[in-house]
């Protein structure tokens, strides 16, 4: 059924297809010559074909053709081609295949603790510790304003990681510096919400410091006001609250700013709080199932920073697993949290302590150890700084190391329209593993080269970036990290001096490359590990390392001030995309504060100075236009002989002082900029989420498109999908100006066709004219800006440039084209019987006739004669 059901929906689609280029087909009216071929009557001969009459026709089939069969190949894959992978539930796959890591999903509570397969034998055991029965959840930071972090760090026990990072930061007026561009909806605070398995409701988990659900106002006498861990939202509003789905589906009826009521059960309390929702700060890190639109399917829940032992006695850690196979779980087990966060304003440190299973240790002949993991946050920094190491709790020295797993779940904002550059030819994907050591220099591992080996290998990393049998200067580390289009998340030394005490790293999916749908690859999870080198611990030593995370905005000042300044890249175009972006930063900064309005003014600077260039092109077009007719008169006189029909128009060229090639001199001095403009709104972080107007809420980022309209909901996927659809899930009014205002040019500044092969060379251009329209449906709304302005701009010009020329038939237009006529007319069909320096010769002895006032000119009859 589902194949039948795929064939019927792909064989509706190419049928539209077919209509479309049906109806189009007619209106380019090609005509043919008639050629028969009389068997009975040779001595009639056939008339030649001539090629060169045609060749523009040809040339229009092959692209009309070309485009139906790429259209409609893409249609016949989608039916014949491989079906879709079955979509997995939304909390997460139920199983893993190939390369994909164990999936921790916070959002369903285990049945029983997920640890010790041997929990039975060590029960009673008087050096066996206790271990924690429920995960608890820890911050660090706050999302208050007056707090002075710029980021709130949320902790899960349940293998020491890192759940979700938020960034605070605000600007002057308050509102959120970095905030979601994609969600348009009001934010309570995230809260770790998990479903019920015996009730209707979302339990609550964490209530991060100075969020709205922590600051919420209580509506009863006698109870302390924000919600508390253990709470049950049943319903916000009106709104029913089932489940933590049903929680984020009612946050998107209400906007920013607005008051909503949140319905509570405590105990067998039924409260209520007023919550004033915020906007949705941008969630750097988060669980893949917690994407919103942007979940993909195949991403997996991973918590970030994981921890686990990688050498203990004889037993060392091999590339191709992920924990040692003969101990317990570290990621799912539940850690003991050793030192709490301290007060809100000061440098915050969160300690957990794992003590590795004894019974496992002593079947591997192995002493006791025990993990540890510190987070510590300081305010106005982007740094969260970790120690991390094993203790040595036994009675005689071990070999110990460790495994520290990167971040992962970086943000995906605008992966289905963004276009970020890469060094490589490959591409770049959503998220790339960036890494730079002292052989190497900076390398970028974008995620397609990833998800291929992870499909050609069986087992094991996707990449291994450097192994312990590599050269020392392999393995000096200056940072590694994830890169996203405007924000990296990435490990640096603690000091001016790189990481030495790191034998292996390696990129790596997050994701199961089985279930990830081809269109979405470039969104596929990736993350990274680094294997400590193995060292002799004494015992009750501890082998520790410090190590950095910065987790921020790609700023340059920033960056540079942390060593990840080759994160950002511009690419070929960065001699011009950095001193436009510079200007663009003073002309917002000292003259108008909008980023659009800077845009409109970069325009008009550039136009201004290519006014001379300008004026040029329009005195080139009017003589194109009055080199029309006389250009036909040639090519009707030669038309069996190329060579001569263009020694002709070259003549005729210059006499007329007319060089065909630099009317597209403006051009050529634009198209770098216009790709210079394009790198600024790709890589500065300063363009994103700069707004065409603050009143406006469409066209609220600049480096988006403006997205006026939602239609993703009614729209076919075809057309609207994220990563599959030609134009997006919104419906886009910036490029439709900018069509319109390219065809209102060709329309008004495109000289009349004389004949029928013009005509169809005009046609052909109009209809690219839409055909780019769509290609370009998806490009920053800066960018139309830029078009827009640039167009209006060279209407004006036209407009005024041609007040300021002489009128037609007089000048060196005139004498050119007269001339011309007078050697026709004298030297009849051989016309090129005597040498241009006599022909201008000639004409200079006679006066030229007085030229027609313009009411008296007559136009070429453009009609076909029947």
């Known amino acids: ?144 304003p007056e707090s002075g972090y710029r980021m709130l760090v949320y902790l899960n026990s349940r293998g020491a990681g890192i759940e979700r990072i938020e960034l605070t930061e605000r600007k002057d007026n308050g509102r959120l510096k970095y905030r979601r561009v994609d969600v348009l909806g009001g934010y309570a605070g995230y809260m770790a919400l998990q479903n019920l398995p015996d009730q209707d409701g979302a339990v609550v988990h964490v209530i991060g410091p100075g969020t709205p659900v922590a600051l919420a106002k209580s509506l009863q006498d006698g109870t302390a006001d924000g919600l508390q861990p253990g709470d049950i939202i049943t319903a916000m509003q009106d709104l029913p609250v089932v489940d933590y789905q049903s929680y984020e589906a009612a946050l998107t009826e209400f906007k920013p700013d607005t008051k909503v009521t949140l319905s509570v059960e405590r105990g067998s309390q039924t409260l209520q709080f007023e919550v004033t929702l915020t906007e949705h700060p941008l969630d750097l890190i988060r669980l893949s199932s917690r994407g919103g639109e942007d979940e993909i399917v195949g991403n997996l829940d991973r918590l970030s920073c994981l921890l686990t032992l990688s050498a203990v006695g004889k037993r060392e850690l091999k590339e191709t697993d992920r924990e040692l196979p003969s101990l317990p779980t570290q990621h799912n087990e539940i850690w003991d949290v050793v030192d709490q966060p301290a007060d809100i304003g000061a440098a915050q440190t969160a300690s957990y302590r794992l003590p590795v299973s004894r019974q496992a240790l002593r079947r591997m002949e192995a002493g006791a150890v025990d993990l540890i993991h510190r987070y510590t946050l300081q305010p106005e920094s982007y740094l969260v700084e970790m120690e991390v190491g094993v203790e040595n709790k036994s009675d005689e020295a071990q070999q110990l190391g460790y495994r520290l797993e990167g971040p992962n779940g970086i943000t995906l904002e605008g992966w289905w329209y963004s276009n970020k550059i890469s060094p490589n030819f490959g591409g770049a994907g959503a998220r790339d593993v960036i890494y730079r050591t002292q052989s190497d220099g900076h390398v970028l591992w974008g995620t397609y080269p990833l998800i291929k080996e992870a499909r050609d290998k069986t087992s094991g990393p996707a990449k291994l970036l450097f192994a312990p049998q590599d050269s020392e200067a392999s393995r000096q580390l200056s940072y590694i990290g994830v890169d996203a289009q405007y924000f990296t998340v990435a490990y640096i030394p603690d000091g001016e001096q790189p990481f030495d005490q790191y034998k292996r790293a390696a990129a790596t999916l997050v994701a199961d490359v089985s279930a990830l749908p081809k269109h979405k690859e470039r969104a596929a999870n990736t993350s990274f590990f680094l294997d400590s080198q193995t060292a002799e611990v004494a015992p009750g030593e501890t082998l520790m390392h410090k190590v950095q995370m910065f987790a921020g905005p790609k700023q340059k000042e920033l960056m540079a001030a942390h060593g990840l300044s080759d994160a950002i ?298």
């Open 1 to 144: 059924m589902g194949a039948c059901k795929r064939f019927a929906e792909n064989a509706r689609k190419t049928g539209h297809l077919v209509a479309f280029y049906a109806f189009l087909w007619p209106q380019f009216r090609f005509r043919v010559p008639n050629i028969t071929f009389d068997r009975q009557n040779t001595s009639k001969s056939t008339p030649p074909y001539r090629i060169a009459q045609h060749v523009e026709r040809r040339l229009l089939s092959w692209v009309i053709a070309s485009t139906a069969f790429l259209f409609i190949y893409i249609a016949l894959n989608g039916m014949f081609g491989p079906p879709r992978p079955a979509d997995l539930p939304a909390d997460g796959p139920d199983g893993q295949g190939g390369d994909a890591v164990a999936a921790v999903d916070p959002d369903v509570p285990p049945a029983e603790d997920a640890a010790d397969p041997d929990a039975a034998d060590s029960e009673g055991d008087g050096d066996e510790p206790p271990r924690p029965s429920e995960a608890s959840w820890q911050t660090l930071g706050s999302f208050d």
């Open 569 to 866: 890249y511009y690419g070929w175009f960065s001699m011009i995309a950095k001193p436009l972006q510079e200007l663009l930063h003073v002309l917002k900064k000292y003259v108008v504060q909008n980023y659009a309005v800077a845009i409109v003014l970069l325009t008009l600077m550039v136009r201004m100075l290519m006014f001379p260039l300008g004026r040029r092109a329009a005195v080139h077009a009017q003589k194109m236009q009055e080199l029309a007719p006389e250009l036909k008169k040639i090519g009707e006189k030669y038309k069996d002989d190329m060579e001569g029909r263009l020694k002709a128009q070259r003549e005729l060229q210059q006499r007329a002082g007319f060089n065909p090639l630099s009317g597209c001199l403006p051009m050529f001095i634009q198209l770098p900029i216009f790709i210079g403009l394009y790198r600024c709104l790709s890589v500065d972080i300063e363009l994103r989420q700069a707004a065409l107007s603050p009143s406006l809420q469409w066209c609220s980022n600049l480096a988006a498109p403006d997205m006026l309209a939602y239609w993703g909901d009614w729209m076919w996927e075809y057309f609207s999908g994220r990563g599959t659809g030609w134009l997006g899930p919104y419906f886009n009014i910036l490029p439709i100006v900018v069509m319109g205002l390219f065809l209102l040019q060709q329309k008004m500044f495109m000289p009349p066709a004389t004949d029928e092969q013009t005509a169809m060379t005009q046609k052909v251009m109009s209809f690219m004219t839409i055909f780019m329209g769509f290609l370009f449906f998806r490009v920053p709304s800066g960018l139309c800006i830029y078009f827009i302005t640039s167009s209006l701009w060279g209407i004006a010009e036209r407009k005024l440039v041609k007040k300021t020329l002489p009128p037609k038939g007089e000048g060196d237009l005139a004498l050119a084209t007269s001339a011309g006529a007078a050697d026709t007319s004298r030297n009849g069909d051989s016309g090129g019987s005597k040498s241009l320096g006599d022909r201008i010769r000639d004409r200079i002895s006679n006066e030229p006739p007085p030229a027609l006032p313009p009411a008296k000119r007559k136009r070429p009859n453009l009609k076909k004669k029947k």
